[in-house]
């Protein structure tokens, strides 16, 4: 149709949307382009340098940087669009863009956000105490390392244990500033256990079940307080501070558009081919499901962008309507969220979630009365549960629940 | 080098010594704004509700609805001509219990007695008509339909820099801490520096008692009332329309619901008395307090997420209205408990003090003659305005939550009449950092285009500095 302006517009250069545009450029299309609105195209893994990257595409380490030049040689002929921010998404297949020019309106057949995913800063997370310089998020530290190789701050703590902490940690080493500690809420790591070697090779100590209950400095910051156990108090003296991990979704876009979105957490639905509501529109990698790993979400981007080409050359006949994907208390989100049937592919979906609160017992999926998934899981926030081959029956929704105690697991 | 002598010595940069040194520098007067801060804003000013009020509520007959209706009039006549922002949202004062809908005649009356007269009550069918998103426990309303919201730190600077452009000297880092008067003028001192003016001014907010010392015992004391506030996403914005406020009580003006400027919703304050006058923290159960508030008042908040936290000091005193006083023989006028209104009210508070100066003062407030005011013309920072972004400046997004350019960012480190020099500065002029990831994506970036220029700096400390 001559009124679209390309095939396809990807928003964001992760791993995840350099995933779909090779998957259409390798199903014959041309006109895919993947506007990122950073000077550089990679999304996180471009300023995470730490080899947690490639295992499971390459078979091999790599360091993030490396990983995306690894993938865009697999799609020599897609065009990117740097430093070219989308500013609203609309019915039709629209896109607003913005750069250095101004605005400008294009229309694509199909639309693919992979925006990705940022940690949760202080703000959001309610910390008490005065707002001083000195308090940024991991993906700030790396970029203030890596990227403009200046130095934030000399003995910071490190707020969280996810395994993006321990990515703080190394940057950190590399960087020769040692922290002072990290604080984590739980009883134990949120990242996998062997993961604490690394802080102890630092000699940095990790306060359990502690909390933050104030932070002091004016201008920049002098010390933080800490609640242990809900019953010690220190004082840590520190110049910054480091609140890694507890992503979120960076959404804005979609939540600013025509898309449903599942009211609880403002993310848009999906279904198991990553469309949304808009059947012009997938969403896709960590935006939904924040944060996964680099390799984890390019295989996702792949099936994705593989659906799209299918879609576009008129293979596929897919239902407009959805059905839900209920979930009950303890889990954070679930991909896909809503189900649609169409003529292609398998009946069977693979599911994914996150719990809120550790949680140990079974994970029972129900159509109505019917229990159609059972199974014991240990679950651990933070770590994607997937469950696979789930069948489903058009237009039903389903309902996943836990059964069982949550924050057992110590 | 021989010290300089200024007609006017203005203490204190916040919204209220900003309007001042505008108005004296206007009148042909030499002005020196003096400033502890690293920046205008740096104390009380820095953290209100951003609403240009109409004075519906305040004490019939005060100085406090005498300047706010001055100072609204005056910000209506002269935001166009700076480029100023004004989001023309009405207020609707909200009735929760049948004993506030009891309330809201009074309210009525109370406007009309303050000149709003066109305040009216509303009904519960009305207002959820208008307020869709409100909870349905919602029993009926005032509607104040010149209740407006505006950029809280645009408008000062706007001033500042007019002032700047008329004469007016500022310095920043700059903490009066003694001073004598020998007959004719001032000496203030800081202990580094002396700074000599014929009249001196104190807008200092919540250290108002202090400097009021350095002149006269003050007849009042500052009791600091602290607010704390939750900024939502810009996603909350669309759930209201107008300004939500409570029913006030005795003590407080109770938490509003409003949209800002820049396209967030706001939520607070909180009114609570504290001793410390320089900090402001926030707290947990507070804010978590608000969220219920507010979640209760506007059920559609739940699952947005929060952009900003922050608290600010009121410079409250055991008086209800403001305490603005010329000391004769003295050449000292105080500026002082001006509370929650001064936003709206400085610019009245200014034409207020001017008017004192020359009947207590006739000798002093002769000045040369005025200049033809130059008008700067302020950078667009609100949502509803076409953003540099929008109209293309040549220069890349920087601040992606915000779409800060680098352009922008550049013009405020870059200008000449009132530069940002700290972080907080280069924030309040241009949006930087403020938005939903709180630097995430930009703050490096940031540290890099202001290395040098701003202090303290974002990074690049010394390891022997601590």
Known sequence: MSSFDIDVAIVGSGPSGIAAATALSQAGFKDIVVYEREADIGGIPRHTHHPSFGLRVFKRPMSGPKFIAALVRRCPDVRFETSTTITALRPGGVLELANATGLQTIRARHIILATGARETPRHGRLVPGLRPQGVITTGALQQFIYSAKLRPFERPVIVGTELVSFSALWTLRHAGIKPVAMIETGPRISAYRPATLLAKAMGV??????????????????????????????????????????????????????????????????????????????????????????????????????????????????????????????????????????????????????????????????????VIYEEPRNCLPTRRITLRNIPFQAGHPIDLSLIGKSDVIA | MPEARWDVIVIGGGVVGCAVTRRFALAGAKTLLLERGRDILSGASKANSAILHTGFDAPPGSLEVACMQAGYKEYLDIHARLNLPMLKTAALVVAWTEEQLAQLDGIVSKAHENGVDDARQISRKDLLSREDGLSKTALGAVEVPREYVIDPWSAPLAYLKQAVRAGAGYQFDTEIKSGAFDGEYWHLDTGQQRFSGRLVINCTGTNGDNIEHICRKPGFEIRPRKGQFLVYDKSASALINSIILPVPTATTKGVVLTKTIFGNLLLGPTAEEQQDRNVATVEREMLEGLIATGTEMLPGLAGHSVTATYAGLRPATQFKDYQISAEPGKNWIGVNGIRSTGLTAALGIAAFVEKLCSETYSDIADFRPAPIPDWPVMPVLAEHGKRAYQQGDGTEIVCHCERVTRGEIEAALDESDVPARSLGGLRRRTRVMMGRCNGFYCSARVAELTQGRISPPLAGHKKDQT
């Open chain 1, 205 to 370: 100590p990790i306060h359990y079940n502690t909390e933050i209950t104030d932070i002091s400095g004016i201008e920049t910051l002098t010390q933080i307080t800490t609640l242990t156990r809900g019953n010690k108090t220190a004082a840590i003296p520190c110049d910054g501070l480091i609140f890694s991990g507890c992503f979120t979704g960076e959404n804005t876009i979609a939540a600013a558009s025509h898309l449903c979105l599942n009211p609880s957490n403002r993310i848009p639905l999906v279904d198991q081919n990553w469309i949304t509501s808009d059947s012009a529109v997938s969403v896709i990698g960590n935006a939904t499901h924040p944060a996964d790993m680099g390799d984890q979400c390019y295989l996702e981007g792949i099936k994705a962008g593989a659906y799209v080409a299918q879609l576009l050359a008129g293979n596929i006949a897919m239902d407009k309507a959805f059905a839900e994907i209920r979930h009950g208390d303890g889990i954070k989100m679930t991909t896909p969220s809503i189900l649609r049937s169409d003529n292609f592919g398998d009946p069977l979906f693979d599911l994914s979630f996150h719990v809120t609160a550790p949680f140990k017992g079974t994970v029972c999926i129900s159509h109505g009365e019917q």
